[in-house]
């Protein structure tokens, strides 16, 4: 019935008109060119109409629905967030509909806590008791509030089965699976588990943040990414953060390594010629010292993760399949005038359809010829109050734009610059 319901709403075409409006005027207010109207193109009694269309959205199981659904309620608070508290509450309606407490948590600065909300009746009862079904508490208090399907992820491995999780990039299957090592950690008297990345950089990532979650423990908690064997590391609770490379090197150095644990992410790797092979191998070895030993692959959108546990034999597989990504993603458009260097030309994908959002003027000419030099200021200029990735072929056309970056940091912070950040390195392959 819902979806027949949005399946209706979705083809009028008010609506689109509608939703087309507002998302313009979302993303000319996020590059700074808005009109200087909040509402942009789209009044009050629209704006409540699309209000209406995303509750009966999120209550979907249709991935467009519930994506647009998403995007009219973050839309919304972006314009009426700091005035209008009816907004707040029917925006945290709708992402608790939607399962996306993250969300909420990050508009509404309540990482932690409870929404403040008017909400009433049946729309508070539904709101509040889906959150604490999504709710992981210590010592008796909420710490994180996750997604529905990160909650999937954790009850898995909470029953100790093992589980092959396909998900967009976005999902945060990794978030959910390294507080769920870090509670283990906590919690249990002997625990040891592995985990595999393909990147030595991912390491480091995957290290730091298991160390921030633990960093409240008073027990000695090791986090390894070196391949020494646990006696010589005193390891009875920790982590072996790995490539399967250095897990080789491990398993020919322990002769005795109990794993409770072993983490596969990037797991589709298993196809990938002589690095697919050793990681096949070092697998079927762990398995052999550790029958009991509970798996976790991941990966991003396989179409058949249920080989995983075929192709080790493994008795039960849990397979987790998500196409849902609990973010918006926007393609937006940046054209250079060949005439007038100063002045960039935004457009964008709305609602599947390319739109003109307006003109920005510049401080700096962009020549044509100089594409590392664009790039460079581009990401600067849009990106430069966040963290931000920029992509590029080629290592040492990337050193130079990460160089040209420095520069442009520094011109604007020049007093703020010290010695430490001078040496910074801002690119890293």
Same mark, same amino acid.
């Given at each position: ?73 973050? !839309? ?8 209008? *508290? /009816?907004?707040?509450?029917? &925006? $945290?309606?709708? #992402?608790? %509909? @939607? ?90 008297? !002997? ?8 990147? *030595? /950089?991912?390491?480091?990532? &995957? $290290?730091?943040? #298991?160390? %921030? @979650? ?216």
């Amino acid at each position: 019935m819902i979806n027949e319901l949005s399946e209706k709403i979705w083809k009028h075409g008010k609506f689109h008109e509608n939703y087309t409006s507002l998302l313009e005027a979302n993303l000319r207010a996020s590059l700074n060119i808005s009109s200087g109207d909040e509402f942009g193109l789209i009044d009050v009694s629209d704006l409540q109409k699309l209000l209406q269309a995303a509750a009966v959205f999120a209550g979907s199981d249709d991935p467009k629905y519930r994506q647009a659904s998403y995007k009219i309620a973050t !839309a919304t608070w972006k314009f009426t967030g700091k005035t209008e *508290r /009816a907004y707040k509450d029917i &925006v $945290t309606l709708i #992402l608790s %509909r @939607l399962g996306n407490f993250p969300t909420g948590d990050y508009l509404f600065g309540s990482f932690g806590k409870w929404i403040d909300t008017n909400l009433k009746g049946a729309p508070w009862f539904e709101a509040t008791s889906h959150r604490v079904d999504n709710a992981f508490f210590s010592d008796g208090d909420i710490q994180f509030v996750f997604t529905d399907f990160q909650v999937r992820i954790w009850k898995t491995l909470y029953e100790g089965k093992s589980l092959a999780v396909t998900a967009p990039t976005s999902a945060g299957k990794s978030f959910a699976l390294q507080l769920f090592l870090a509670s283990k950690l906590l919690k249990v008297e !002997a625990f040891i588990s592995i985990y595999l990345v393909p990147t *030595r /950089a991912l390491i480091n990532q &995957v $290290t730091s943040a #298991l160390y %921030r @979650l633990i960093e409240t423990s008073d027990e000695e908690i090791i986090i390894s990414s070196v391949p020494s064997p646990r006696e010589e590391l005193n390891m009875h609770k920790g982590v072996y953060v790995l490539t399967q490379e250095r897990l080789q090197v491990l398993l020919d150095a322990s002769g005795d390594l109990p794993v409770d644990l072993i983490v596969i992410d990037e797991s589709q790797m298993l196809a990938e010629g002589a690095r697919g092979v050793i990681l096949h191998s070092v697998l079927e070895r762990l398995k052999e010292r550790n029958p009991d030993i509970q798996f976790l692959f991941g990966s991003p959108q396989t179409k058949n993760p249920d080989l995983y546990g075929k192709i080790f034999n493994l008795d039960s597989v849990v397979t987790l399949s998500e196409t849902e990504s609990p973010v918006a993603q926007n393609l937006i458009f940046v054209n250079t005038n060949a005439t007038k260097q100063n002045i960039l030309s935004l457009s964008a994908l709305v609602d599947g359809v390319r739109r003109d959002l307006g003109l920005i003027k510049i401080s700096t000419e962009l020549y044509d010829g100089d594409k590392l030099q664009k790039l460079a200021y581009l990401s600067w200029f849009f990106g430069r109050a966040n963290k931000n990735l920029v992509y590029y072929g080629g290592q040492a056309a990337c050193e130079d734009i990460a160089t040209k970056l420095l520069d442009l940091f520094k011109k604007e912070n020049s007093e703020d610059v010290d010695s430490e950040t001078k040496d910074l390195p801002l690119c890293s392959y």
